[in-house]
């Protein structure tokens, strides 16, 4: 069986290494955001449980290029022995069209009802995907939707950004399990809970509290009001006990670390506009000011902004860096290294 996963467009190599952690299977890139990995049931189960990186799991049936609505149904139609009724069917779609996801939706559901399949829209045993990616489409059948949707996070700010984001930018900073790390501006403490998750293997969903012998995820933030956030969904993770939560400015960070004492960085900085982006600017500045005193020799960064970092960035250099698309906002992330 071929399973399509779909992620943010930029961490589709997560989402390959995750998979391959997961089910000891090689994925591979087909478009933006949209990876394929060959699977057994099993392994499908893995992916719909505990893929963090990944928005979507489906199972693929066909890959075609782009023609016509009536090309659409047509192919479709061909599969209708692998659909048990009732059916569903929805569009998803990204780029330019004329067409609308509806028109795909109502084409598709005639064809296949004229072949003899019910349909119901809120009880199908069966929910037909038909994912659109420019020129390209996929027919699926939906296994798993809105992995992002952690259901830890009752409390958020209107800074929060999409979980697998906050997963990606713990595992591209190449954190090992056992070093420090940590997140100047947790928010609502996502970034900090999946890398407790991940030192931990947890599935998505929540299972038990987790108990750690030792504290090396570090969760701060300026506001009170954040770290108490933080906290709150951290024990709704069941990971609170793995992590130290503090309020704490940018400009005091030397005060509770010492020289060297911080392995990792991983954080989504400040984005403000109009006269408060003085005020972003500032905490950047800070932010690197402190990380050359308590980043360790060898530590690195992962950073996440709306705007350019570059010009703040001081001795530090760039490792890596690539844009992560989020609905209509595009974010700019740097590996940093001293």
Request: proline residues 2%; glycine residues 6%; positive net charge.
């Amino acid at each position: 069986m071929e399973v399509l996963v779909s992620c943010l467009k930029g961490i589709e190599d997560v989402c390959i290494k995750e998979i391959r952690e997961l089910t000891k299977k090689k994925a591979v890139k087909v478009c933006d955001g949209r990876v394929k990995v060959g699977c057994d049931e099993s392994s499908l189960k893995k992916l719909s449980e505990n893929l963090r990186s990944g928005l979507r799991v489906a199972k693929l049936l066909g890959e075609f290029k782009l023609k016509s609505i009536v090309d659409m149904a047509d192919k479709a139609s061909k599969f209708s022995k692998e659909f048990i009724a009732p059916i569903s069917v929805r569009c998803s779609r990204q780029g330019n069209h004329e067409f609308k996801s509806n028109d795909i939706e109502k084409a598709v559901g005639e064809v296949l009802h004229n072949a003899g399949l019910k349909v119901d829209l809120e009880n199908p045993k069966t929910k037909i995907l038909i994912d659109i990616v420019n020129d390209e489409f996929f027919i699926c059948i939906l296994i798993a939707e809105n992995l992002n949707k952690r259901e830890y996070r009752i409390r958020s700010t209107g800074q929060s950004i999409n979980a697998t984001i906050c997963y990606a930018l713990v595992r591209l900073s190449g954190w090992k399990k056992e070093k420090v790390i940590m997140d100047p501006f947790s928010r609502d403490g996502t970034i900090t809970i999946e890398a407790a998750a991940f030192k931990f293997s947890l599935p998505l969903k929540f299972d038990k509290p987790v108990s750690a012998k030792d504290q090396v995820i570090y969760c701060f933030d300026p506001l009170l009001k954040n770290v108490n956030n933080s906290e709150t969904n951290s024990k709704l993770a069941g990971v609170n006990k793995a992590i130290r939560f503090s309020r704490y400015d940018i400009e005091w960070l030397d005060t509770r670390f010492g020289k060297g004492e911080v392995d990792y960085i991983v954080a989504v900085l400040p984005n403000y506009s109009g006269e408060r982006q003085k005020d972003a600017e500032k905490q950047y500045k800070d932010l690197f000011y402190q990380a050359e005193f308590i980043l360790a020799k060898n530590g690195r960064m992962a950073l996440l902004s709306q705007t350019d970092m570059k010009g703040f960035i001081g001795k530090f250099k760039i490792e890596s860096e690539r844009k992560v698309i989020s609905g209509d906002v595009s974010y700019n992330l740097l590996i940093l290294k001293k």
